[in-house]
C-alpha cells in the first residue's frame, strides 16, 4: 500500500518529456470507459466526446469495457498503449483496489492523468416509507434497531466507505450484496432495503415517484440539479464525505504538454453552457482541471480509503 499510495503522491507519471513531433491527434481517438452505456460516466464520455472531436478535426469513439469495478477497463487501456486511446473513468474504484485483492492486478504507475471532468453526484437514499428525513434521523433509527435495517452500494468504494462510517459510529447495519444496481433501487423504494448509497441519477425516477427520499450527497459541493439537497458534511456528518471524481487518463508515454492541452480542450467544451447543462442533467457537477488538480484529487482519495482500510482492520494488497 505504501509503494501504491506513494505512486499517488508523486503525481501518476506525472514526468516531464519531450514535446510531440508531429500536431496531436493525427487519428480518431478512443475513450475506454469502465462502465455501460448510459451510466452517467457513459453519457458524460459521449458529450465531451462528441464536442472534442469538433474541436480536434477527429473522431472521438466512445468504448464501453465495463466490468471487475473499472478493472477490465484499466487493462485494456494499459495494454493498448496508445496516446490516442484515454481512459476515461470514475476514479473512486482505483483507491479501494487494494483493500479488495491480495494483488492489485495493475500498475497505478501506468496511469497519466490528463484532466478532471466531473464529480459524479453520490447520494443516500432511503425508502419513503421509513420515515427518515435526515442522516441523524437515519443514525437514529439503525442505533435503536441493530441489525435490523439493511444497506446497499454502487460502487464498491462507496461501499467500503459507508462500511467503515458504520464502524467507526458502532453501528450495526449488514449489507446486501447486488449484481444489478436497478434491483437495489427497486427494493429500496419497496422497503426491502433500508438505506442506498450511490449516484444520484439512479435514484432520481424511483424520487420523482415518491417512492425513495434522498437524504443528503456525499460530494463536498452541493448537486447544481439537486440544489435543496445538503451534503453530508452541513447534514453534520463529515466522515461520510466522498467526491465521485471523474477524469481522463493517458499513458505514460504522453508529453507533460500535450496533456495539459488536452486538459484546457476538456475545459473549454465542458464549460460551454449548452453542454454544462446537459452534464448536470446527468447528475454531474461540472469541475475541469488539469493533470495536477486531477492527480491531487486522487491522491486526497487514496489517502482517505486508506484511512478507512485502517479502521475496518483490512490490510491491502500488492502492487
Same mark, same amino acid.
Given at each position: 500500500?505504501?509503494?501504491?499510495?506513494a505512486?499517488?503522491?508523486?503525481?501518476?507519471?506525472?514526468?516531464?518529456?519531450?514535446?510531440?513531433?508531429?500536431?496531436?491527434?493525427? !487519428?480518431?481517438?478512443?475513450?475506454?470507459?469502465?462502465?455501460?452505456?448510459?451510466?452517467?460516466?457513459?453519457?458524460?464520455?459521449?458529450?465531451?466526446?462528441?464536442?472534442?472531436?469538433? @474541436?480536434?478535426?477527429?473522431?472521438?469513439?466512445?468504448?464501453?469495457?465495463?466490468?471487475?469495478?473499472?478493472?477490465?477497463?484499466?487493462?485494456? +487501456?494499459?495494454?493498448?498503449?496508445?496516446?490516442?486511446?484515454?481512459?476515461? $473513468?470514475?476514479?473512486?474504484?482505483?483507491?479501494?483496489?487494494? +483493500?479488495?485483492h491480495?494483488?492489485?492486478?495493475?500498475?497505478?504507475?501506468?496511469?497519466?492523468?490528463?484532466? !478532471?471532468?466531473?464529480?459524479?453526484?453520490?447520494?443516500?437514499g432511503?425508502?419513503?416509507?421509513?420515515?427518515?428525513?435526515?442522516v441523524?434521523?437515519?443514525?437514529?433509527?439503525?442505533?435503536?434497531?441493530?441489525?435490523?435495517?439493511? +444497506?446497499?452500494?454502487?460502487?464498491? $468504494?462507496?461501499?467500503?466507505?459507508?462500511?467503515?462510517?458504520?464502524?467507526?459510529?458502532?453501528?450495526?447495519?449488514?449489507?446486501?450484496?447486488?449484481?444489478?444496481?436497478?434491483?437495489?433501487?427497486?427494493?429500496?423504494?419497496e422497503?426491502?432495503?433500508?438505506?442506498?448509497?450511490?449516484?444520484?441519477?439512479?435514484?432520481?425516477?424511483?424520487?420523482?415517484? /415518491?417512492?425513495?427520499?434522498?437524504?443528503?450527497v456525499?460530494?463536498?459541493?452541493?448537486?447544481?440539479?439537486?440544489?435543496?439537497?445538503?451534503?453530508?458534511?452541513?447534514? /453534520?456528518?463529515?466522515?461520510?464525505?466522498?467526491?465521485?471524481?471523474? %477524469?481522463? +487518463?493517458?499513458?505514460?508515454?504522453?508529453?507533460?504538454?500535450?496533456?495539459?492541452?488536452i486538459?484546457?480542450?476538456?475545459?473549454?467544451v465542458?464549460?460551454?453552457?449548452?453542454?454544462?447543462? @446537459?452534464?448536470?442533467?446527468?447528475?454531474?457537477?461540472?469541475?475541469?482541471?488539469?493533470?495536477?488538480?486531477?492527480?491531487?484529487?486522487m491522491?486526497?482519495?487514496?489517502?482517505?480509503?486508506? !484511512?478507512? %482500510?485502517?479502521?475496518?482492520?483490512?490490510?491491502? /494488497?500488492?502492487?
Amino acid at each position: 500500500m505504501r509503494k501504491f499510495i506513494a505512486a499517488a503522491v508523486a503525481g501518476f507519471a506525472l514526468l516531464t518529456a519531450p514535446a510531440p513531433a508531429s500536431a496531436w491527434p493525427e !487519428r480518431n481517438v478512443r475513450f475506454i470507459v469502465s462502465l455501460g452505456p448510459g451510466s452517467g460516466v457513459d453519457l458524460t464520455a459521449r458529450l465531451v466526446g462528441e464536442a472534442l472531436a469538433k @474541436k480536434w478535426g477527429q473522431s472521438v469513439v466512445v468504448e464501453n469495457r465495463p466490468g471487475g469495478d473499472g478493472i477490465v477497463a484499466i487493462n485494456a +487501456f494499459i495494454a493498448a498503449n496508445d496516446d490516442h486511446i484515454l481512459l476515461f $473513468t470514475p476514479t473512486g474504484a482505483y483507491a479501494s483496489h487494494p +483493500f479488495q485483492h491480495e494483488k492489485i492486478p495493475y500498475d497505478l504507475n501506468q496511469l497519466a492523468p490528463i484532466a !478532471r471532468v466531473t464529480n459524479t453526484i453520490v447520494a443516500i437514499g432511503v425508502p419513503a416509507s421509513l420515515g427518515v428525513n435526515s442522516v441523524k434521523e437515519l443514525v437514529a433509527k439503525i442505533k435503536a434497531e441493530p441489525g435490523k435495517l439493511n +444497506f446497499a452500494a454502487a460502487t464498491a $468504494t462507496n461501499e467500503f466507505l459507508f462500511r467503515g462510517y458504520l464502524k467507526e459510529m458502532g453501528l450495526n447495519m449488514p449489507k446486501v450484496p447486488y449484481r444489478d444496481t436497478v434491483s437495489a433501487i427497486n427494493d429500496l423504494g419497496e422497503n426491502r432495503i433500508q438505506a442506498y448509497v450511490g449516484a444520484y441519477a439512479i435514484m432520481r425516477p424511483q424520487v420523482q415517484s /415518491g417512492r425513495v427520499k434522498m437524504l443528503a450527497v456525499t460530494n463536498k459541493q452541493r448537486a447544481k440539479g439537486a440544489p435543496d439537497l445538503p451534503t453530508v458534511t452541513e447534514a /453534520g456528518e463529515p466522515k461520510l464525505t466522498f467526491d465521485g471524481l471523474v %477524469g481522463i +487518463f493517458g499513458p505514460t508515454k504522453m508529453p507533460a504538454n500535450l496533456r495539459e492541452k488536452i486538459a484546457a480542450d476538456v475545459r473549454d467544451v465542458v464549460n460551454d453552457p449548452e453542454i454544462n447543462a @446537459k452534464l448536470v442533467a446527468t447528475g454531474q457537477n461540472v469541475s475541469p482541471g488539469g493533470p495536477a488538480e486531477f492527480a491531487a484529487e486522487m491522491n486526497a482519495q487514496i489517502q482517505e480509503v486508506a !484511512r478507512v %482500510g485502517k479502521e475496518l482492520d483490512i490490510r491491502p /494488497g500488492q502492487n
